[in-house]
């Protein structure tokens, strides 16, 4: 394909400069994956490109030549998108709207595929894997006059069919002030910087059930080094966690 201008490039520059140090030689650098970008990740690592969201559009950048990277594709992902993640094959667009779904291909570039029915409040994170695509929103947020937030959340389920195309299949309200996550084989694991962080079981996508939940464990984002070894980051600082006892997770250091 044809490389297109892109107006952003110093911060595409300084992008590709961070993606390269810190994606190493993962091919999924979001997801459920060996990667390290969160689920709030508006750079990840895919195959021989990086994807990069700016100003509204998400950008498709080929390092197949690392000292020689062209930006390939430039398409439009919603004015108000956020957070990407990858499934390995597609790339998965997180926004206050919806959740949608694009693909590469040599003979089409980069394209759109479909987008998740508007919700009820908002999306931002978002994750991916085992064929279905996991999403918080934030349904009520209250500051008080220290200026400390909290609120309440809820999750939504969508099943990804071979297409990539979006359906949703569950809602959970009201489970906390979730925000970034991240899935180890069938937990999902749900930041939440005011209870603490969430262990799902969703062995089944349709009857999720909580395993635990590691209330020190303040968090707002939460990057899978491998093996189930996770970091989390939030205002209290970092927090290193890995398995235990089967599937049960707990802190490192």
Same mark, same amino acid.
């Given at each position: 394909?044809?490389?297109?201008?892109?107006?952003?490039? @110093?911060?595409?520059?300084?992008?590709?400069?961070?993606?390269?140090?810190?994606?190493?030689?993962?091919? $999924?650098?979001?997801?459920?994956?060996?990667?390290?970008?969160?689920?709030?990740?508006?750079?990840?690592?895919?195959?021989?490109?990086?994807?990069?969201?700016?100003?509204?559009?998400?950008?498709?950048?080929?390092?197949?030549?690392?000292?020689?990277?062209?930006?390939? &594709?430039?398409?439009?992902?919603?004015?108000?998108?956020?957070?990407?993640?990858?499934?390995?094959?597609?790339?998965?667009?997180?926004?206050?709207?919806?959740?949608?779904?694009?693909?590469?291909?040599? &003979?089409?570039?980069?394209?759109?595929?479909?987008?998740?029915?508007?919700?009820?409040?908002?999306?931002?994170?978002?994750?991916? /894997?085992?064929?279905?695509?996991?999403?918080? =929103?934030?349904?009520?947020?209250?500051?008080?006059?220290?200026?400390?937030?909290?609120?309440?959340?809820?999750?939504?389920?969508?099943?990804?069919?071979?297409? @990539?195309?979006?359906?949703?299949?569950?809602?959970?309200? $009201?489970?906390?002030?979730?925000?970034?996550?991240?899935?180890?084989?069938? $937990?999902?694991?749900?930041? &939440?910087?005011?209870?603490?962080?969430?262990?799902?079981?969703?062995? &089944?996508?349709?009857?999720?059930?909580?395993?635990?939940?590691?209330?020190?464990?303040?968090?707002?984002?939460?990057?899978?080094?491998?093996?189930?070894?996770?970091?989390?980051?939030?205002?209290?600082? =970092?927090?290193?966690?890995?398995?235990?006892? /089967?599937? $049960?997770?707990?802190?490192?250091?």
């Amino acid at each position: 394909m044809t490389d297109v201008s892109y107006s952003a490039g @110093k911060y595409l520059t300084v992008a590709l400069v961070i993606c390269l140090a810190a994606c190493g030689e993962s091919d $999924n650098s979001s997801g459920g994956g060996d990667g390290i970008s969160g689920s709030k990740a508006k750079l990840i690592k895919l195959n021989d490109a990086i994807y990069s969201l700016a100003s509204g559009q998400l950008v498709r950048i080929d390092i197949s030549d690392p000292a020689s990277p062209s930006v390939t &594709d430039e398409v439009s992902a919603g004015s108000n998108a956020e957070t990407l993640t990858t499934d390995g094959e597609a790339v998965f667009v997180g926004s206050p709207d919806d959740v949608r779904s694009y693909q590469y291909t040599v &003979d089409t570039g980069l394209q759109f595929i479909d987008a998740s029915p508007r919700t009820i409040t908002g999306t931002d994170p978002v994750i991916t /894997g085992d064929g279905y695509a996991y999403s918080t =929103i934030i349904t009520q947020e209250i500051t008080d006059s220290q200026g400390h937030t909290t609120g309440n959340g809820a999750l939504y389920i969508y099943e990804i069919d071979e297409a @990539k195309n979006l359906s949703e299949i569950s809602f959970y309200p $009201n489970i906390g002030y979730v925000q970034g996550l991240s899935l180890w084989e069938k $937990n999902l694991l749900i930041c &939440d910087p005011v209870d603490g962080l969430l262990q799902m079981d969703v062995s &089944d996508p349709v009857l999720v059930e909580q395993v635990r939940q590691i209330d020190f464990v303040l968090c707002e984002d939460i990057l899978h080094l491998g093996n189930g070894h996770f970091v989390t980051v939030g205002e209290d600082g =970092i927090y290193q966690l890995k398995p235990f006892d /089967g599937n $049960n997770l707990g802190v490192l250091s």
